[in-house]
């Protein structure tokens, strides 16, 4: 990893790694590193591991003692000689081996590079809250090269989405594997800009380009219910926000009530754009119920929640007597009720009124609110106190109600101690024994309550004793069982916490006897299968075997013919119609219990034998007649019939020998069989018969739809003749399909051929057609499809007639039709207009339906080519004819003011700048001056369009040229005594008539000499800052200095402009220096 002349080669490193330049015994290496070390002075140096999981063939070398220290030079950047200031380094347990983290490294970098060339994304069928994102996986191809470490194509995807612009915040919205994704609950008219991110084995790649979609919009979100703003006795006043619009500005809200009947029945009472509306003439107290909807260009939205407001009536009457809840120690929980007659919705606040027996301060208020419900706190206990409630509204207070008298509660005495067994534990009974709490609350202890609870974590407590002794026998338990006791104590204070509870277990005892075992379904002929449950005492131990014992009733020679676990068995070897007594017997580990009762049980006699294979005779496609074969001694036939020979069900029982089967699908293959039963048993089935039903008429046609205009590609399809609808081919019903009817009106049905989808034409244009349609074959027409209703679109608008209204040099104004320039968006009628472009295309300027449009950017004296076209929903009108409007050539600008230099008392040179050559046209100048004490150029900017008829001739001949008109624009200025001095291409001009002690004025314009083919034209520009200068004359010289540094300079007008930078500098330069003074001088 080194070249010959000790420099460090170009190394490339992948993301998150770093490569470090390390000395050993004078050789220098180069090795990478996760990630780049901090160096901290006096100690070693400290190796980040890196937030990746180790890759394979990262070695660490075994901890050890430290060698000899190394030199470790800063991270290489690049080709050269290493930097010569280093620090001692020892070797870390994350210092790999060269060579092989050399490799790995490539290999994570090559697999990273492939995550970051994947394609763009795309999306498609983008609708108001759905959009479907796809993309492609990560190419192989690297730089036009395939890469030879690349992973396998097995990754996985990251979608990232962001709705606040390109570069806002991105979230997560998918993870996975596939190569396609629908998002949904998105936001209706919402710029949405989407990422795909690839991942393998935890490595990501860089996200792809952002693709940007905008969803469509729809009708506006559910507003909220409408809130009450104000009430009177006979008025309500409701406000409401407006929802969300989702891209179309909502047109209208409408507010419906139920008129205060109560039936569910709602009409209108107001329709607008305001968010407020004041319903007046109501009864006082009177409910009404009201539900808000809000409406844009997509239609309505759905109606808000109902809500029930009630106008105003007037003060509450006198409300019930507060009652108690639930009395504490040292509080008192009461509730009352709203009075009699009180709308639901009226603000009601209460008083509740508490007097202290004992205190002598009368009734004092302890709450007021609007809640129904309050507690008092900080009482006595044993105290009786009074209460009475006041309600009140708006419109006053109401009396009060009947006093009442409450008592708090004494306190519950402490827990009793943990009880205990006294004397021998017996299989079913045993005696337990407490002792008294040692704080009983203040009150004799009335009784104590002992409670037991089955299992040793059961939580199922039973009372089995109440009384005053502090002893009990426990009896009635079941042997070998759990039992855990616990005991609490009741006085007049309360109740106890419940004591520690005592867990005891009882000894076992062999299970008690079981019930005699029971017949599980029908006896059969040859064997029994029976089935039976527990005992009812299981001992105290679970029960491990159960035994079964078998004799005929005939005779008492019993036989053991099962033993085992299970709960269930199947005696066979038996003979028909005999009976057999059983008995059955359970054990646990203490040993076997007492048998049961005996159960006898019949075998059933023998089944009647197989029938013969049904024969089926067909009536119709849909109807078929099943003869059953007779037998002996058979009381009723079972037919099953099914479309598939596993899955047949049963259709007929009974002792018919035919059965007729109607409703079934022609040309469809069914399978049957038969069974016959008699008062012993069913007989085996026959053998399984398959027969077909004929073929009938064609089934109805589903999915009929119309063809949208973007899915037809026929080149003769108008949207104004034409409709175009497709659909599913129908179940054929064993015949072939030949042909379709369509009936889309008073016209005869329209027959066509065996296709899925057809073009109606020679329709009227803007009328509605009702469509359905039947499919037919060799034996009939079927019924005919569901009916859809389609209507054609009006005839597409003529292009209107396109003209120049306004033009420049750069800028071309246009206008067509007759409308505003303003122009809602939603007018039905829009215009495409195109220009030509250099290759000899029509591309697009403008789309939309405003009347004008100002193109700029254009070249002067350059012909361009226009033409326009409408456009509305039944589609784009024809292009109108090309129109050619030409630029005008642009006058030249203002130069600055020009510079005076006196020669002597009688001549001045005047020079101003220079102006290049415009499009190849020459530059002349024209200076003027005017002469006298105050005078002034007096300018009247003439801005005008015109023609300039310009006629040439050829030097060379007799050759006259044609006339040429040219557009252009002219600033013509009109001094007042000004004459012109010179005028040609010169930059400077001396004048040589000045005179003593006189003003003069100059100004110089640029003129622009058009060289048309046709004819010349000269193009005037504005004229300069007018320059004052005043001769006088000239002093002897003091000196041999010239005479330029005399005094008489050139006096110069300066501009508002330049007068305000003057201005400006000056404050810049005092407020720097003040603010110098205060921090030097007054702040230090």
Request: hydrophobic share 30%; with cysteine.
């Amino acid at each position: 990893m080194m070249s010959p002349n000790g420099s460090v080669p170009p190394i490339y490193v992948p993301p998150g790694y770093a490569p470090q330049v390390i000395e050993d015994n004078g050789v220098r290496r180069v090795v990478v590193v996760p990630q780049a070390p901090e160096f901290h002075p006096g100690g070693h140096t400290v190796i980040h591991r890196s937030p990746h999981p180790p890759l394979p063939g990262f070695i660490p070398v075994p901890t050890m003692m430290p060698p000899p220290p190394r030199h470790m030079y800063s991270p290489v950047t690049g080709a050269g000689d290493m930097a010569t200031q280093y620090m001692t380094q020892y070797q870390s347990s994350q210092v790999y081996g060269d060579v092989d983290f050399f490799t790995v490294c490539c290999t994570h970098y090559s697999c990273f590079k492939e995550l970051s060339n994947i394609m763009f994304l795309q999306a498609s069928d983008i609708q108001a809250r759905t959009v479907v994102l796809t993309w492609s996986p990560p190419s192989s191809l690297i730089n036009g090269e395939t890469d030879e470490t690349t992973v396998p194509e097995l990754y996985g995807y990251e979608i990232l989405v962001s709705s606040t612009g390109k570069d806002g915040k991105y979230k997560s919205v998918y993870a996975g594997e596939e190569t396609s994704v629908t998002l949904n609950d998105l936001k209706p008219a919402t710029d949405y800009h989407a990422k795909v991110q690839a991942e393998y084995n935890s490595i990501k790649g860089t996200p792809s380009e952002a693709e940007t979609f905008t969803t469509l919009s729809c009708e506006p979100d559910i507003p909220n219910p409408p809130r009450i703003a104000n009430r009177t006795k006979n008025s309500l006043t409701l406000q409401w926000k407006a929802p969300s619009d989702n891209g179309s500005k909502i047109q209208s809200f409408i507010l419906e009530w139920d008129e205060g009947k109560g039936n569910g029945e709602f009409c209108q009472c107001y329709t607008g754009l305001q968010k407020q509306f004041k319903i007046t003439k109501l009864s006082p107290a009177m409910g009404c119920k009201f539900r808000l909807s809000a409406k844009n260009d997509y239609g309505p939205s759905g109606f808000s929640e109902e809500v029930l407001y009630y106008t105003s009536g007037c003060a509450p009457s006198m409300p019930a007597s507060p009652i108690l809840i639930k009395a504490g120690v040292t509080w008192l929980s009461l509730q009352w009720s709203k009075p009699s007659g009180t709308p639901s919705d009226e603000g009601i606040s209460y008083i509740l009124e508490m007097e202290e027996e004992t205190s002598g301060y009368g009734f004092k208020p302890k709450y007021d609110g609007e809640d129904l419900a309050y507690t008092v706190k900080n009482l006595r206990r044993s105290t009786k106190y009074k209460f009475k409630v006041i309600a009140y509204n708006s419109e006053g207070k109401s009396n009060p109600s009947e006093v009442v008298e409450f008592t708090t509660c004494p306190d519950k005495p402490g827990v009793p101690v943990k009880p205990s067994v006294k004397g021998k534990i017996h299989s079913y009974s045993f005696k337990i024994t407490w002792d008294p709490p040692k704080d009983s609350g203040g009150t004799a202890i009335n009784k104590y309550v002992v409670e037991m609870a089955e299992g040793s974590n059961g939580n199922k407590w039973d009372m089995i004793y109440s009384g005053a002794t502090r002893e009990h026998l426990c009896d009635r338990l079941n042997p070998g069982c759990f039992y855990r006791f616990r005991v609490y104590c009741i006085s007049d204070g309360g109740q106890s916490a419940v004591s520690e509870s005592l867990l005891v277990q009882t000894p076992a005892v062999p299970p008690g006897p079981c019930l005699p075992p029971r017949l599980q379904g029908r006896p059969k002929a040859k064997e029994i299968q029976l089935r039976w449950g527990p005992p009812l005492v299981s001992g105290g131990s679970p029960i491990s075997c159960y035994g079964v014992e078998m004799s005929p009733a005939e005779r008492d020679e019993p036989r053991e013919v099962y033993q085992g676990s299970e709960v269930e068995c199947t005696v066979s070897s038996l003979l028909p119609g005999k009976t057999y007594s059983f008995r059955l017997r359970a054990a646990n580990k203490m040993g076997f219990g007492p048998f049961s009762e005996k159960c006898d049980i019949t075998t059933a006699p023998g089944p009647p034998d197989q029938c013969k294979p049904p024969q089926v005779t067909w009536r119709s496609a849909t109807c078929a007649q099943v003869p059953l074969s007779n037998g002996t001694d058979v009381t009723e036939y079972r037919l099953e019939w099914g479309g598939v020979e596993g899955s047949m069900q049963i259709c007929y029982c009974g002792p018919g020998l035919s059965y007729e089967l109607k409703g079934l699908s022609p040309a469809t293959t069914y399978y049957c069989r038969v069974q016959a039963l008699s008062t012993v048993g069913a007989g085996p089935f026959s053998e399984v018969v398959a027969c077909v039903t004929p073929p009938s008429v064609p089934g109805i046609v589903t999915c009929l739809q119309e063809v949208s205009d973007d899915d037809i590609e026929n080149p003769n399809y108008s949207p104004s003749t034409c409709l175009a609808v497709s659909w599913e081919k129908p179940c054929d019903h064993g015949s072939e399909i030949l042909a379709y009817s369509i009936d889309f009106g008073d016209k005869q049905p329209l027959s066509v051929g065996k296709v899925t989808s057809y073009i109606l034409d020679s329709l009227q244009p803007d009328t509605t057609y009702r469509i359905r349609i039947q499919a037919l074959n060799s034996l009939g027409a079927g019924p005919f499809s569901h009916m859809i209703k389609l209507k054609t679109k009006p005839l597409p608008p003529d292009p209107p007639r396109l003209e120049c209204v306004a033009f420049s040099h750069q800028n071309l104004k246009l206008k067509w039709g007759e409308g505003t320039p303003k122009t809602l968006s939603t007018d039905s009628v829009q215009y495409h207009l195109q220009m030509e472009d250099k290759n000899g295309r029509f591309i697009s300027l403008y789309r939309g339906p405003c009347h004008t449009y100002k193109v700029q950017r254009l070249n002067e004296s350059t012909s361009y080519k226009f033409c326009i076209q409408a456009c509305n929903e039944a589609g784009e009108g024809p292009l109108s004819q090309e129109y050619i409007f030409t630029t005008p050539k642009s006058v030249p600008a203002a130069l600055k003011a020009p510079k005076i230099e006196k020669v002597n008392d009688h001549i001045c040179e005047i020079t101003w700048e220079c102006l290049q050559p415009m499009k190849g046209d020459p530059v002349i100048y024209s200076l003027q001056v005017m002469v006298g004490k105050d005078s002034e150029f007096k300018q009247e900017k003439d801005s005008f369009y015109g023609k300039i008829h310009v006629k040439s001739r050829v030097s060379a001949g007799s050759f006259i040229l044609p006339e040429v008109y040219t557009f252009f624009k002219a600033s013509a200025f009109k001094p007042k005594a000004a004459f012109q001095i010179y005028k040609g291409p010169d930059s400077s001009f001396r004048y040589s008539s000045l005179q003593l002690n006189c003003e003069y004025r100059f100004r110089v314009c640029a003129i622009r000499q058009c060289q048309d083919p046709v004819g010349h034209q000269d193009l005037v520009g504005p004229y300069s800052t007018t320059v004052l200068f005043i001769s006088q004359r000239t002093e002897p010289p003091a000196s041999t200095n010239r005479d330029t540094v005399g005094s008489t300079r050139t006096r110069r007008a300066l501009s508002d402009e330049q007068c305000a930078a003057v201005i400006l500098v000056l404050f810049a330069f005092f407020s720097i220096l003040i603010a110098f003074i205060i921090q030097y001088f007054v702040i230090k």
